[in-house]
Nanobody, 123 residues
């Protein structure tokens, strides 16, 4: 069973940056595609980004394209979502999930989910 854990959330001012990490308990994320989602209060969970496990292909939702980036560490222990130029509208609980990445991020594709990390963007 793949157990995912997110970290790196926090309170940041508009225009600031955060780095979120996604890791799996006991295993690396080599060859595992990771999707990122976020959910604001009262709203549905929406796809934000994903990174392909085999190809490294990256997808970004229009709302974050040009501001967020993704990477992996050298040992594939963690996948990162770099949140830059943050806006109040980015405030949400952010989740990572496995194992899919295509031309979009669709919730029904994913079997494994972390518990989320809170990102709050406020002045």
């Amino acid at each position: 069973q793949l157990q995912l854990v997110e970290s790196g959330g926090g309170l940041v001012r508009p225009g600031g940056s955060l780095r979120l990490a996604c890791a799996a308990s006991g295993v690396t994320l080599e060859n595992i595609s990771i999707g990122w989602f976020r959910q604001a209060p009262g709203k549905d969970r929406e796809g934000v980004a994903c990174i392909g496990g085999m190809t490294g292909a990256r997808y970004y939702a229009d709302s974050v394209k040009g501001r967020f980036t993704q990477s992996r560490d050298d040992t594939n222990k963690e996948v990162y979502l770099h949140l830059n130029d943050l806006k109040p509208e980015d405030t949400a609980v952010y989740y990572c999930a496995a194992d899919a990445c295509g031309m979009g991020v669709h919730r029904i594709w994913y079997k494994h989910w972390g518990k989320g990390t809170q990102v709050t963007v406020s002045s």
